[in-house]
Structure formats: C-alpha cells, structure tokens
C-alpha cells in the first residue's frame, strides 16, 4: 500500500506543480482598450521593421504607411481579432482582407499577429497606443 500511497502523492505533486507553471505563463489581453485611438506600429515584413500611424474607431481605420494614406473597413470578430478591408482598393494586394490577432497588452500597447485572410503565414508587430 505504500507503493500507491506514494504514487498518488507523486500524481498531486505534479499536477499542482503543473499548474502553477502554466499559470505563470498566462498573457494579460484586455483588448476592449484598443479598439479606438491612435496609434504608431512596428511591424516586421520579410526581415524588415516598417512603422505606421493610424487612428480607428469601431469600424473605420485610417493609415499613413510610407507616405501613403488608406481607409479601411475594421470588423471585429471577437474581442481580440479583427479583419480589415482596404476601402478603396488601387491594386490586387489591396484588395486582399488582412485578419489581426491581438497576442498580449499592456497599459499602452498591444503584440499582435496578421496575415492576409485565408493564408498561413503569419507577420508580427507591436502597436503603442500615442492619443484616445
């Protein structure tokens, strides 16, 4: 009685322990504070850092991006993710709808995920939230 006295001590041990570690590793997401205002990104394309400024509110997002200015229509799926459509659309890669998943925030930013709807390869960046 011993041996599974101590084995099932052994499985408690373990699952607390596993856990608490997994606890540990949790991401706070309170996205609710980044569906409207201001902000600048870096984002990482094929190697490289670009920076952009836009401001959305629920449903619209106007972007600089290298000199550039777009409008897109915002849908949000979820709280945490949401789609993006170029308004008025001037080539074939503007017309393709780019999904965005909000990863982890702070009090003044977000890491976040995107790609173009309906492929696999994923982009990263980060979005710091400059006005209201």
């Known amino acids: 009685m011993d041996l599974i006295g101590n ?7 373990l699952l607390i322990t596993t856990t ?5 590793n949790y991401l ?5 504070l980044y569906k ?15 920076t952009s400024i836009f401001t959305r509110n629920d449903t619209i997002q106007i972007e600089n991006f290298n000199g550039k200015i777009d409008t ?12 993006l459509r170029t308004l008025n ?5 503007q017309k393709k709808n780019i999904h ?9 930013t977000y890491r976040y995920e995107y790609s173009f709807v309906g492929e696999n390869r994923k982009e990263t960046g ?3 939230k400059i006005s209201d």
Do not use: M, Q
């Not at 084995?7 to 041990?13: A, I, K, P, Q, R």
């Not at 706070?28 to 609710?32: I, N």
């Not at 965005?100 to 003044?108: A, G, P, R, W, Y």
């Open 89 to 93: 659309p001037k080539s074939r890669l």
């Open 126 to 128: 980060l979005a710091t």
């Open 20 to 24: 608490l570690l997994l606890s540990c």
């Open 36 to 50: 409207s205002g201001s902000f600048i990104t870096y984002s990482t394309i094929n190697d490289s850092i670009y």
């Open 100 to 108: 965005i998943k909000i990863l982890s925030t702070t009090d003044s």
């Open 72 to 83: 897109s229509a915002c849908r949000w799926i979820n709280d945490c993710e949401f789609v």
């Open 28 to 32: 706070e997401r309170d996205c609710s």
């Open 7 to 13: 084995l099932h001590n052994s499985y408690w041990v």
